[in-house]
């Protein structure tokens, strides 16, 4: 076990990371059709805690192996059993969506959660024996990770009510762990590394809507054949989530979160409601292929809800973590407001129009975005080229012309300032 170069160059996710991201893909495609389910059946508030529940399992796992990999990744045999382990207990865990759903039961989706987070503590004791300058960090670390782990188990024991209160205050303190284990020395995670695994997150959880809509797609083919409106639906469904897509990635956070290294737990953390929310979204498109193939309990506003209300989500969620992160100067705070509030403005449509429609008005609505949101990038990448010619110029016609204090005697182009940051949002 070694740590890694936190500025190692053209630092990029290994073939086994990228095989554990696979095993999530049947975790989250366990949770989505439950919550699609749930809302469907008129019963949006006790899917949604259900879901929020479980998916947050799913994230925390993944997201406390990724950041282990980008700090202490040695890819020995012994690093890659335990890696085989962690993905053994995400499978368990997919196996325990259903019935955590259905009865409350979370016997064995914590009996998965419980496999995966004991392989990581047997990471980190490797750590504190072989790495001397993380050892504090390492036990920080492994000795609390371990304790919470016989807690998780012993809620099993604890009614329904309590239980999930209970959930709650465990959910807490899994996250301070890592607050109080990197106070100090943080370890060396890899800036670049860790906005790429959190890049690649995102398209696993974009994948499973697709996944999830083109499921629903063929089955009310087979029951009603291909109508008017499935075909609607499916291009609507398509055009959303690949916006959702392009608004992510068009412009990446690695820089800023490189410049902004103190910020990363908020930005880390940050990204459960982006991931949360694109996984909801697949329900919700789930959803309103329900609607139009056969009648359901739920009402046509609460259809529209079920994918306004995940769009909406998102683009608050990116929004709050660009600006976090030293993105301000276009993240014009009116703007956010606008667009969520014409978001959640459009399922009203339902009272007039049918769940395709609907659906189709907002994936216009999240095209415009992207236009809109792509050009004004546009617009600060041709300022920052007029900036750079003018320095340029600047320095041919007064060429012996430095910086004070420069030992070269020559002017540089003067250093960016955090509200310079490029951001899109």
């Known amino acids: 076990m070694r740590a890694r170069d936190p500025h190692e160059v053209h630092r990029v996710a290994t073939p086994l990371e990228l095989l554990f991201d696979l095993t999530f893909v049947v975790a989250v495609a366990a949770a989505v059709p439950e919550l699609a389910h749930a809302i469907v059946e008129n019963h949006p508030i006790e899917g949604l805690i259900g879901f929020l529940l479980v998916f947050f399992g799913i994230w925390w796992a993944w997201m406390n192996f990724t950041w282990f990999a980008s700090a202490f990744d040695c ?36 009996a998965g959660y419980v496999l995966m987070r004991i392989a990581l503590v047997a990471q980190w004791l490797r750590v504190a024996r072989s790495v001397p300058e993380y050892r504090r960090n390492a036990l920080r670390y492994a000795i609390p990770i371990a304790a919470v782990q016989l807690l998780w188990i012993l809620r099993l024991a604890l009614p329904e009510p309590i239980g999930i209160v209970t959930f709650i205050v465990l959910g807490i303190i899994e ?7 990197e106070q100090g020395d943080m370890t060396p995670w890899h800036p670049h590394h860790i906005a790429e695994r959190y890049g690649l997150f995102t398209i696993i959880v974009l994948g499973e809507s697709v996944l999830a809509t083109t499921s629903a797609i063929l089955a009310a083919r087979s029951a009603t054949g291909i109508s008017q409106e499935l075909v609607v639906v499916a291009a609507a469904a398509l055009v959303l989530l690949f916006s959702c897509w392009w608004l992510y990635f068009l412009d990446s956070d690695a820089p800023r979160l490189a410049a902004h290294r103190e910020r990363s737990f908020v930005w880390g953390y940050g990204h459960f409601f982006v991931f949360a929310s694109l996984a909801a979204l697949g329900a919700g498109i789930e959803v309103t292929v329900e609607a139009i193939s056969h009648e359901i309990a739920a009402s046509q506003l609460l259809v529209g809800y079920s994918v306004a209300i995940p769009f909406a989500a998102f683009l608050t969620a990116r929004y709050a973590l660009y600006v976090r992160i030293g993105g301000q100067h276009l993240a014009r705070r ?22 395709a429609l609907v659906l189709a008005a907002q994936a216009g609505a999240a095209a415009g975005l992207v236009a809109f949101k792509s050009a004004r990038l546009g617009q600060v990448i041709a300022g920052e080229a007029v900036d750079s010619r003018r320095v340029s110029a600047h320095r041919e016609h007064a060429p012996n012309e430095g910086v004070e204090g420069s030992p070269f005697g020559q002017g540089r182009a003067p250093e960016p300032s955090e509200g310079e940051v490029r951001s899109t949002t």
Request: glycine share 6%; proline share 6%.
């Open 175 to 181: 996250l301070l762990i890592p607050v109080w284990a």
């Open 75 to 110: 890819d020995d045999a012994l690093y890659r059993v335990l890696t085989m382990v962690q993905m053994a207990g995400v499978l368990v865990l997919a196996a325990g969506v259903a019935p955590a759903f259905e009865r409350s039961d979370f016997t064995t989706a914590v």
């Open 334 to 355: 009116e703007l956010i407001v606008g667009e969520v509030a014409m978001v959640l403005a459009i399922p009203l449509l339902s009272m007039v129009l049918g769940p």
